[in-house]
């Protein structure tokens, strides 16, 4: 029992920081209008991904992806009794970060809102298209 909530730990942490620095790294490009380039979105990422494994790799394998658990099981790496483990680990850390990156980003994004209602209910305001 213990190894399972080890690995569902390890997974559910990895991913959601794996999540909310990179989904956050763009939500911050796009809703600050602070996008240079492509470069500062990727390292910021990576530095993500870096920080995940680093973070988790001793409570689980760090796979940090459904797509990674399912190959491993395919490839015979990982016992598939474990894949649902796994799998809600991650899919527990991306939805934590979601709920925390809209925790964060809800009031920056009331002014849009509330634009994108006006502009479906009268076009041309708000300078949208």
């Not at 990727?42 to 399912?70: D, E, F, K, Q």
């Not at 483990?85 to 527990?92: K, R, S």
Request: contains cysteine; aromatic residues 10%.
């Amino acid at each position: 029992m213990m190894p399972r909530l080890h690995d569902f730990a390890g997974e559910a942490i990895g991913t959601c920081i794996l999540v909310f620095f990179g989904c956050g790294s763009v939500a911050g490009a796009v809703l600050f209008s602070s996008h240079v380039g492509l470069f500062q979105v990727a390292a910021i990422w990576g530095i993500g991904v870096t920080l995940a494994i680093y973070a988790t790799r001793h409570l689980s394998c760090a796979h940090l992806n459904p797509a990674v658990s399912v190959a491993m099981v395919i490839g015979r790496r990982m016992v598939f009794a474990k894949l649902p483990t796994y799998l809600g680990g991650q899919f527990a850390g991306a939805f934590l970060a979601a709920c925390l990156l809209y925790l964060l980003s809800d009031p920056p994004l009331v002014p849009m809102k509330t634009c994108t209602l006006l502009s479906v209910a009268l076009p041309n305001r708000c300078g949208l298209p």
